[in-house]
């Protein structure tokens, strides 16, 4: 069993790398590898797509790397591979990003990525620290995850979901704001779990055990 952390240059990779590493060697999953290789990707059972960043940025340096995206798209759209997307890498799922200019997403999840906006002046933006999860959806990686749980944010933008059976669970700053989203075997988390201490370890847990 392969995981594949995908390496675009879009974000610092080492604490998920390590956290998928500790999870992956406690629930027996396997190996778990952060790569840049096409190769690699496509021959992955499971493949989770990190980010920092601007989204046009993001979209622009996987669309970049040779041979990648189309790895990806053909593993997680092809052959259903299990896919987890991490903030910037989640928010990619969308149809399209409004981040400084109009960006194709991946499409994998019907929405459109726009700036966070509050009429509360006391809620800053970007949306930075801990909050708590609302679970509005059940889903097999939210297993043992419940409302109240904690996780760590750190975005401006966020993902404003089309059809509600997609959006799995919000966060509350100054309105509902996209914690999680899912459809078939893809599965993205605007906060980082690799950050988010018990929370963020069971759904990384939940995500390496899952056989959709």
Same mark, same amino acid.
């Given at each position: 069993?392969?995981?594949?952390?995908?390496? &675009?240059?879009?974000?610092?990779?080492? +604490?998920?790398?390590?956290?998928?590493?500790?999870?992956?060697?406690? !629930?027996?999953?396997?190996?778990?590898?952060? !790569?840049?290789?096409?190769?690699?990707?496509?021959?992955?059972?499971?493949?989770?797509? @990190?980010?920092?960043? #601007?989204?046009? #940025?993001?979209?622009?340096?996987?669309?970049?790397?040779?041979?990648?995206?189309?790895?990806?798209?053909?593993?997680?759209?092809?052959?259903?591979? @299990?896919?987890?997307?991490?903030?910037?890498?989640?928010?990619?799922? #969308? %149809?399209?990003?409004?981040? &400084?200019?109009? %960006?194709?997403?991946?499409?994998?999840?019907?929405?459109?990525?726009?700036?966070?906006? !509050?009429?509360?002046?006391?809620?800053?933006? @970007?949306?930075?620290?801990?909050?708590?999860?609302?679970?509005?959806?059940?889903?097999?990686?939210?297993?043992?995850? +419940? %409302?109240?749980?904690?996780? &760590?944010?750190?975005? +401006?933008?966020?993902?404003?979901?089309?059809?509600?059976?997609?959006?799995?669970?919000?966060?509350?700053?100054?309105?509902?704001? !996209?914690?999680?989203?899912?459809?078939?075997?893809?599965?993205?988390?605007?906060?980082?779990?690799?950050?988010?201490? #018990?929370?963020?370890?069971?759904?990384?847990?939940?995500?390496? +055990?899952?056989? @959709?």
């Amino acid at each position: 069993m392969l995981t594949a952390i995908i390496d &675009y240059e879009s974000g610092n990779l080492h +604490s998920a790398e390590k956290a998928f590493q500790r999870m992956a060697q406690e !629930t027996g999953a396997g190996k778990v590898v952060v !790569t840049d290789k096409a190769e690699v990707v496509a021959g992955a059972d499971r493949i989770v797509l @990190p980010g920092d960043g #601007a989204f046009p #940025a993001c979209a622009a340096a996987l669309r970049g790397h040779s041979g990648l995206f189309d790895a990806l798209v053909e593993a997680v759209e092809t052959r259903g591979r @299990p896919f987890l997307g991490i903030c910037v890498g989640m928010q990619l799922m #969308a %149809t399209t990003g409004h981040e &400084y200019e109009e %960006t194709p997403g991946l499409g994998w999840i019907d929405g459109d990525v726009r700036r966070i906006t !509050t009429d509360d002046p006391s809620l800053k933006i @970007p949306h930075m620290g801990w909050n708590d999860l609302m679970i509005e959806q059940t889903h097999p990686v939210l297993d043992g995850i +419940s %409302t109240g749980d904690h996780a &760590y944010f750190v975005h +401006s933008y966020q993902m404003d979901t089309h059809a509600p059976d997609q959006r799995l669970a919000s966060v509350d700053h100054g309105g509902a704001v !996209t914690a999680i989203v899912g459809r078939g075997t893809m599965i993205g988390t605007q906060f980082h779990p690799e950050k988010s201490q #018990a929370t963020g370890l069971r759904l990384i847990a939940n995500f390496l +055990s899952w056989a @959709p």
